[in-house]
């Protein structure tokens, strides 16, 4: 399977954004949604090998993660607005106190952030997705790993008590997708192409 | 430079969508959205070698073609929203007969659709994006042409009487980026990075 952690640095966890200004009043929560739509729909369905986590942590006060599951969930559309809609209807969910609680088949929410995360990645190898890291296409393994895990930031980028727990956590390889630095949605697009492409070869 | 043209099929020309429903109200603007995002927007920045066009086709009446040119665009925000907005006040405009009326700096818009951005590729070299075509990797030239046209569809993707005028610009090459079918912007993406990867060798 495919994992692609998306953390937003300043991504509020309250859900009270207004649907008429996601960008102006969720703490950037857009840049998270297109990641979503780039880790898990392709055309005309979804990618059922693959989970998205978007961690918020933006609010002083509690780091929330709402995790979307390929393989069970229904009814994505690709707009920021309906994935907006589905995050929205997540952080209204009070989460169990540890785990993830389900809110509908394939979304789910928890209370905390890469910890949360960080209970499902046991076996799973991990990469940083970062500008300047390693070439991609020469730094992944010919066959990938069954269990593959990418992380990546928002537009601002990885924090450093984020690198240092995704290092604790075994990731300690970043990769780079190319020259340019890229938004977070087409980083993902690449990853995946990338991985399709080794996939079509065995 | 880099052009690419993204035919929408059902994308309604006349401005009158929701800002709060665009993919139910426009025809599925979104997805030429999201495909303009791609092809203009890096990381804090802009693609200056880059121009967009989204061709609407989805008005029996008439067609419209929106350009945004990233060497003179400003203010260019990636969320659907902010986007549909420019395009809906580009439509607001009344187009000269002939060629592109520009809106504000970079923003252009013109009566027809291919016919209108075909006055535009004389000298360049046309792909057409298509799941069905060669292998992107293998089938672009190690040195890309200095002006390099690629023209690709919606959710529906492109239709037979596109397909044949896209034949009479020369456009007789078409290419695929991957073993998946994937939406629009994420193909966009793909072909950047080609590109992006191939400029940093030369």
Same mark, same amino acid.
């Given at each position: 399977?495919?994992?692609?952690?998306?953390?937003?640095?300043?991504?509020?966890?309250?859900?009270?954004?207004?649907?008429?200004?996601?960008?102006?009043? @969720?703490? #950037?929560?857009?840049?998270?949604?297109? $990641?979503?739509?780039?880790?898990?729909?392709?055309?005309?369905?979804?990618?059922?090998?693959?989970? /998205?986590?978007?961690?918020?942590?933006?609010?002083?006060?509690?780091?929330?993660?709402?995790?979307?599951?390929?393989? !069970?969930?229904?009814?994505?559309?690709?707009?920021?607005?309906?994935?907006?809609?589905?995050?929205?209807? +997540?952080?209204?969910?009070?989460?169990?106190? @540890?785990?993830?609680?389900?809110?509908? /088949?394939?979304?789910?929410?928890?209370?905390?952030?890469? /910890? +949360?995360? !960080? +209970?499902?990645?046991?076996?799973?190898?991990?990469?940083? %997705?970062?500008?300047?890291?390693?070439?991609? #296409?020469?730094?992944?393994?010919?066959?990938?790993?069954?269990?593959?895990?990418?992380?990546? $930031?928002?537009?601002?980028?990885?924090?450093?008590?984020?690198?240092? !727990?995704?290092?604790?956590?075994?990731?300690?390889?970043?990769?780079?997708?190319?020259?340019?630095? %890229?938004?977070?949605?087409?980083?993902? /697009?690449?990853?995946?192409?990338?991985?399709?492409?080794?996939?079509?070869?065995?």
């Amino acid at each position: 399977m495919r994992r692609f952690v998306i953390v937003g640095s300043k991504a509020k966890a309250s859900g009270d954004f207004l649907l008429s200004d996601i960008p102006g009043t @969720s703490g #950037r929560l857009d840049v998270l949604l297109r $990641g979503l739509r780039a880790s898990l729909l392709i055309s005309h369905g979804v990618r059922r090998d693959t989970v /998205a986590c978007l961690v918020l942590q933006g609010d002083p006060s509690r780091t929330v993660t709402v995790r979307v599951d390929g393989a !069970a969930a229904r009814y994505l559309r690709p707009d920021d607005r309906s994935l907006a809609t589905i995050v929205k209807k +997540a952080l209204a969910v009070t989460p169990a106190a @540890s785990g993830f609680t389900e809110l509908r /088949a394939g979304i789910s929410v928890a209370e905390d952030g890469l /910890a +949360a995360v !960080a +209970a499902e990645l046991a076996g799973s190898t991990i990469y940083v %997705l970062d500008e300047r890291g390693e070439e991609l #296409r020469q730094r992944l393994p010919a066959a990938t790993p069954a269990d593959t895990t990418f992380v990546l $930031g928002d537009h601002l980028g990885l924090d450093e008590t984020t690198r240092t !727990a995704l290092e604790r956590l075994g990731a300690t390889t970043a990769l780079r997708v190319g020259p340019q630095s %890229l938004h977070t949605e087409d980083v993902i /697009a690449i990853v995946h192409n990338e991985l399709d492409r080794r996939e079509a070869v065995t």
